[in-house]
């Protein structure tokens, strides 16, 4: 057998490798000395196989790598990277022999650099592998890729400080740089490595966000997140998280002596626990007192005083009861009065004639306006055909039109049926007009209502009794339905309807819930309700509930957040029922109280509806243009507070309101301008794009969330502006909108044009011209007498069902039959239903060709006019 050179020979090709057919090699070495190497007979026929392959590595800098490749037994070993063979000079190889089997060993490595890389770079990843040659055949080793090692300076997504209360969870985002290798995130509180595995109310999650499960004062401090990698270590904007604490109110204490006034009180503080951190104090009294017993009073008298005091006791006794006795019999006469009011029109409901019905006939099935002008001939109201063969007592006097201007008063101070000349009666409604300062004063005096706005403009009262009425805010899409009977006959209510403002409370919010509709408080909390009233008010969820789990919160007395309905699971015996629509939320509630929509994502499929709103500057007198992008919920209430608000910056609107879905996927929210004329505008961001934090958005407590785009032209003569404007979010689909507009059409010689103005307020700000609260009959489209005909025929169970559950099934409202049937009048129920859904565009034909559908002919609805009233 022939020597080899040595045990470790190190060479250098650098010349022509020659393979000869006797089974070994030749090489020539560098220097003086000669290489020569073949494999033993025994092992000829094998194949090499690799004890080390060619590794992934990443070039730091610009230092290069090695790559090793070794094999036994081989003949030879080459390198081969992105499909071509490296040159001979760049092999350093070794060989050696396995003392255990004295299989040569040959290991070859070559070193890659930077410039190698990139010089395909972008167009295909950079690869290596090594071939090994026997006598026998050929193999490959697995590929290395070698790739350039980077880390960027900007996080994707930097957590955002906030504020929460004791033992709420706390979710802090962080998206890394990005870098190769992909680095490794670690967070710190205040400079400290925060270390789930000492402290288990700290989790971080796979996609590298911050969960503190419960929030504990000693959390509070500033929250960094720390990305690194083999090339650098980044740090994030520090976020602040402060942990407030509420006050809780102490026993009260034992009650005190009775004192000289015949009273003792009791007390308590807020000190269990005291708030801190910007807490709340606590809600409620803080003291209490009682009128003693006639035996705790203190005596103070005696003997012949004693006599005065009881003669004088009795003598208020005696003028309090004949007062009581003269309130009773003049409420008694009223009450009569109102009873023949009512008693005195059924002769429209005395009996009624099946008609047949024409929907196609002009002008008979016309919707009944809203405020038709007095004695107008083409004007309808809803009656009852009277039956002229039933017997009824004669009637005295005339009858009004329910929309006749002179019956329209003001029922804060006085009652709802006054006596006319001549015996006749009227049924009053319309518009309440008393003063909305002197309620606002008036009602801030109550307990109950000290911690309500006072902003008039978004308030709406009204005084109401059995006959139910309306409160609306207007260009809202809130409003309360009081239906008639829901009062309780002998009541009257002054009831009012806000909407807060959701900076002024604060709902606690955990994991990803996030608020869908305004606040809204309606009251006075506590009062007695004979059936529900119907509040609606807008939402900004996708609606599905597949996405989500829709709560409805209801603030109590001592001003905590409860959850009061889950959406889906409602019970027909609790005092709430919802029904979520397409963009609105109608609840039935037998309570008032200040109410909103929470909602928790289910998976990140769940969206919620935004608003895209644009506004630029009315006065453009320099070169530089601002347009303004508004990213709100999309809500009315939110969208009238922000068109109020650019009204008084002088702001005008650019283009209509466009509507965006934003997905819970923890991703931000990007805003660019591209396609502007070069020619003639520039843009001064320093960067492409603007963005909006996830959170800040799906948050939902900032209710004016825009970006600003400074626009400069290059001539003060250039005033047509056309360009694109993209909204996404991250990762996630967009919309593009065109923007094409005149500048200068809101500006006439330095101030801004009025008819420009008035045209956007008009065709986007809908003003609404119904008065805020209606009372009596004005607020329904169903005359009352015609509602409880329909009630008393479809109410009693029909053995076709040809009753209540069909008038559902056409309305579609079948979803909530378990609701309707668990009260004892269900048509009623359906009947608010339609009046909250159509009350602004309701069309009571088509309720009319439904009861006809039904075939119920003896509640059958027609149409006549003024004159024949």
């Excluded at 080899?4 to 020659?18: D, E, H, K, N």
């Excluded at 009273?263 to 003693?292: F, H, I, V």
């Excluded at 895209?612 to 009238?640: G, H, P, W």
């Excluded at 970006?707 to 996630?732: A, H, M």
Aim: charged fraction near 20%.
């Amino acid at each position: 057998m022939p020597l080899l050179l040595g045990p470790f020979v190190r060479c250098r090709f650098s010349a022509t490798l020659l393979v000869l057919w006797l089974g070994f090699a030749v090489f020539t070495c560098t220097g003086s000395e000669h290489a020569t190497a073949t494999l033993p007979a025994a092992f000829s026929d094998l194949l090499p196989h690799f004890l080390v392959e060619p590794e992934d590595e990443f070039i730091v800098k610009n230092k290069p790598v090695t790559l090793t490749c070794r094999s036994t037994p081989a003949t030879q070993i080459y390198f081969k990277c992105n499909g071509e063979w490296v040159h001979q000079d760049d092999h350093l190889i070794e060989r050696t022999v396995d003392p255990a089997t004295a299989l040569p060993i040959m290991q070859v490595k070559i070193d890659i650099t930077r410039q190698q890389v990139e010089k395909i770079f972008g167009l295909d990843e950079y690869w290596c592998q090594c071939v090994a040659w026997s006598t026998t055949g050929t193999q490959k080793s697995q590929k290395a890729y070698i790739r350039i090692a980077y880390l960027r300076k900007n996080f994707e997504e930097e957590p955002q400080g906030k504020e929460v209360a004791l033992d709420q969870e706390v979710l802090l985002r962080c998206h890394p740089p990005e870098g190769v290798p992909q680095a490794e995130v670690e967070w710190q509180r205040n400079e400290d490595v925060i270390n789930p595995a000492s402290d288990p109310n700290f989790f971080i999650t796979a996609d590298h966000n911050l969960v503190i499960k419960k929030a504990r004062l000693a959390d509070t401090g500033n929250y960094t997140c720390v990305a690194k990698n083999i090339v650098a270590r980044r740090k994030s904007t520090s976020a602040t998280v402060l942990v407030y604490v509420d006050g809780g109110w102490s026993e009260w204490s034992k009650w005190s002596a009775c004192g000289a006034d015949c009273s003792m009180w009791r007390s308590r503080e807020c000190t269990q626990p005291s708030p801190g951190t910007g807490g709340k104090d606590c809600q409620g009294l803080d003291l209490q007192s009682l009128n003693c017993t006639s035996e705790q009073c203190p005596q103070t008298v005696s003997g012949a005083e004693d006599v005065a005091l009881y003669v004088g006791i009795v003598a208020v006794a005696l003028c309090l009861t004949l007062l009581l006795i003269v309130v009773v019999l003049v409420y008694r006469r009223k009450k009569e009065d109102l009873d023949a009011d009512v008693a005195d029109s059924s002769i429209l409901t005395t009996g009624f004639q099946p008609m047949g019905i024409k929907p196609s006939k002009p002008g008979v099935w016309a919707p009944r306006p809203r405020r038709p002008p007095p004695h107008s001939k083409n004007s309808h109201l809803l009656t009852i055909q009277p039956d002229l063969t039933t017997t009824t007592t004669s009637y005295q006097g005339t009858l009004r039109s329910r929309h006749e201007a002179t019956g329209k008063f003001s029922m804060t101070n006085g009652p709802l049926l006054d006596p006319l000349p001549n015996g006749s009666h009227t049924l009053h409604n319309g518009k309440l007009t008393s003063d909305p300062a002197e309620f606002v004063s008036r009602l801030s005096t109550q307990s109950y209502f000290k911690t309500l706005p006072r902003d008039v403009a978004n308030t709406s009262y009204g005084t109401f009794n059995f006959l139910g009425g309306r409160l609306t805010i207007p260009n809202t899409g809130i409003s309360l339905l009081i239906p008639p009977e829901a009062i309780p006959r002998g009541k009257i209510y002054e009831i009012y309807l806000t909407v807060q403002r959701k900076e002024d409370l604060r709902l606690p919010l955990a994991g990803c819930q996030t608020v869908l509709s305004p606040v809204v408080s309606c009251g006075p909390p506590g009062v007695v309700l004979s059936r529900p009233v119907i509040l609606s008010m807008d939402h900004c969820s996708d609606a599905c509930l597949d996405n989500w789990a829709v709560r409805l919160k209801k603030q109590n007395y001592e001003g905590t957040w409860e959850d009061v309905l889950l959406m889906g699971e409602e019970l027909v015996s609790e005092p709430y029922y919802c029904q979520l629509e397409a963009e609105t939320c109608r609840l039935f509630s037998e309570q008032l109280g200040t109410l909103a929509l929470v909602g928790e994502s289910l998976h990140m499929g769940a969206a919620k509806r935004l608003r895209l709103v644009l506004f630029s500057d009315a006065y453009c007198s320099t070169l530089e243009y601002n347009i303004r992008v508004y990213c709100m919920d999309d809500t009315q209430d939110v969208f009238k507070e922000v068109m109020q608000m650019e009204r008084q910056l002088g702001g005008r609107l650019i283009d209509e309101p466009h509507v965006l879905l934003f997905k819970d996927s923890y991703h931000n929210l990007r805003l660019s301008i591209h396609d502007m004329p070069q020619a003639h505008w520039r843009s001064k961001l320093l960067a492409g794009y603007q963005e909006i934090p996830f959170y800040h958005i799906w948050n939902g407590s900032q209710r004016y969330l825009h970006c600003t785009f400074t626009l400069e032209r290059l001539s003060l003569s250039t005033c047509e502006l056309t360009c694109q404007l993209c909204v996404w979010q991250v990762e996630g689909e967009g919309q593009s909108f065109s923007l094409d507009f005149n500048i200068a059409k809101a500006v006439l010689h330095g101030c801004l044009s009025y008819q420009d103005t008035r045209a956007v307020d008009s065709e986007f700000l809908l003003m609404d011209s119904n008065a805020t609260a209606l009372a009596g009959p004005s607020a329904f489209q169903i005359p009352y007498l015609i509602r409880q005909k329909i009630c008393s025929s479809l109410d009693a169970p029909c053995p076709n069902g040809a009753d209540w559950r069909m008038l559902a099934q056409r309305l579609k409202l079948e979803r909530h039959m378990s609701f309707f049937a668990s009260k004892a009048s269900p048509t009623s129920m359906i009947l608010d239903l339609w009046e909250a859904q159509h009350f602004h565009s309701g069309n009571i034909n088509q309720l009319a060709t439904v009861m006809a559908d039904i075939g119920k002919q003896e509640a059958m609805i027609f149409l006549v006019s003024d004159g024949e009233c």
